[in-house]
Structures are given as C-alpha cells and as structure tokens.
Nanobody, 124 residues
C-alpha cells in the first residue's frame, strides 16, 4: 500500500506562484510514474502533469505547458508541482497519484493510488 499526502495549496492572486508537494509513504514509488490531476467543481478530474519513474521524461496538459513544472526527489519519495503565472482557471483541487506503470500514463484509470487533494484558489 502507498499513502500519498499533498501539501502546498492555498489562495494566491493571478500571476502568483505555488509549489505543491506530494509525499509518499508505505513503500517506495521510485519505479512508478507519478501524476498530478485537478478537479474543479462540476468538472471531470483532468491530467495536469506526469513524470516517469526516472524523472527524465514528463508530460504536461496544454493548459499548463510553460507555466507548471513537475519534478521528483526519488530519495525523499516526493513529487513536486511548481505552478507559476497562475490564472483563475487553475482553481481546483489538485490530486497526486501513483501510476501502475513506469512510463507516462495520461488516463486517470492507469493510476492506482491517490492522495486526498489540496485546494488551489487563484483570485482575479
């Protein structure tokens, strides 16, 4: 079993930055791809970014490309999401997830473990 705990969410103004962290415990996730998803009220849970097991390959949704950066610290069993130039449309609950595979899955059903989520609110 893997437990994922997100932190770093909050309220920020348009153009501001936040850094989300996702700490994994229970067992190492060094061989798993890790993803960040987000879900706004009344919306589907959508992929934001994915990083493969090595940290060498990443994927970003078009809406966040160039503004968000996903990274991981394998030793600390932690994944990060640096979010810059935030917009009101980035407002959502952000979830960290561990995939069943090591590559770059984009479908939420490819992910086995999920955190409880952290709220990000961007004011205009």
């Amino acid at each position: 079993q893997v437990q994922l705990v997100e932190s770093g969410g909050g309220l920020v103004q348009t153009g501001g930055s936040l850094r989300l962290s996702c700490a994994a415990s229970g067992r190492t996730v060094s061989s798993n791809a890790m993803g960040w998803f987000r879900q706004a009220p009344g919306q589907e849970r959508d992929i934001v970014a994915v990083i493969d097991w090595s940290g060498s390959n990443t994927y970003y949704a078009d809406a966040v490309k160039g503004r968000f950066t996903i990274s991981r610290d394998i030793v600390k069993n932690t994944v990060f999401l640096q979010m810059n130039s935030l917009k009101p449309e980035d407002t959502a609950v952000y979830y960290c997830a561990a995939a069943r595979t090591f590559n770059l899955p984009r479908n939420r059903y490819a992910y086995e473990y999920w955190g409880q989520g952290t709220q990000v609110t961007v004011s205009s």
